[in-house]
T-cell receptor
């Protein structure tokens, strides 16, 4: 069984700050991880994914994430946030099963960027 | 740019009524999904369809049923709504399952 957890429900930073949003997973086989962003009142938007290879993956709008097998983590980072980055961020893991693959989402982290 | 369309945006109804939500994608994807997002933003997959075949069916109540006419459309019907059905219902599609594209959601309020 693979699950994903996001320990921070809410993170607040100032515009121009760097930020790291944490995601930890429990390993149960082949790992596939991704991050999605959800702005208020809108659907989710894919940011980036990791399956194999370079553990640091680049996404849209300056986001990157680093996979760590030793820490069971896939944290999302951005060097300099903008007010428009305020949103809920979801980490997700794929569960492979006989009844079909499923994308399981973490509980989300609300990022608030202050001017 | 929106490529997964959902209607309606909002729907308010009373317990016991039937509701139906529509979803259309113009991305040419083979698989579509329905998710339920509750008031705490928790997301749970409900159904997915691949080429008109149901390939994932979570243990959702029987009053929920997906309906697909072709691979670009996946509607969701709730036969007799209950208060716990109040949520945002998100439709998504994907080509290879790994990257999913979401619609804006339909917010259901059951009085």
């Amino acid at each position: 069984t693979q699950t994903v957890s996001q320990s921070d429900a809410h993170v607040t930073v100032f515009e121009g700050d760097s930020v790291e949003l944490r995601c930890n997973y429990s390993y149960g086989g082949s790992i596939y991880l991704s991050w999605y962003i959800q702005h208020h009142g809108r659907g989710l938007q894919f940011l980036l994914k990791y399956y194999s290879g370079n553990p640091v993956v680049q996404g849209v709008n300056g986001f990157e994430a680093e996979f760590s097998k030793s820490d069971s983590s896939f944290h999302l980072r951005k060097a300099s946030v903008h007010w428009s980055d305020s949103a809920v961020y979801f980490c997700a893991v794929i569960i492979y099963g006989g009844s079909g693959n499923k994308l399981i989402f973490g509980t989300g982290t609300l990022l608030s960027v202050k001017p | 740019e929106t490529a997964v369309f959902q209607t309606p945006n909002y729907h308010v109804t009373q317990v016991g009524n039937e509701v139906s939500f529509n979803c259309k994608q113009t991305l040419g994807h083979d698989t579509m999904y329905w998710y339920k997002q509750d008031s705490k933003k928790l997301l749970k997959i409900m159904f997915s369809y691949n080429n008109k075949q149901l390939i994932v069916n979570e243990t959702v109540p029987r009053r929920f049923s997906p309906q697909s006419s072709d691979k670009a459309h996946l509607n969701l019907r709730i036969k007799s709504v209950e208060p716990e059905d109040s949520a945002v219902y998100l439709c998504a599609s994907s080509r290879d399952f790994y990257e999913q594209y979401f619609g804006p959601g339909t917010r259901l309020t059951v009085l």
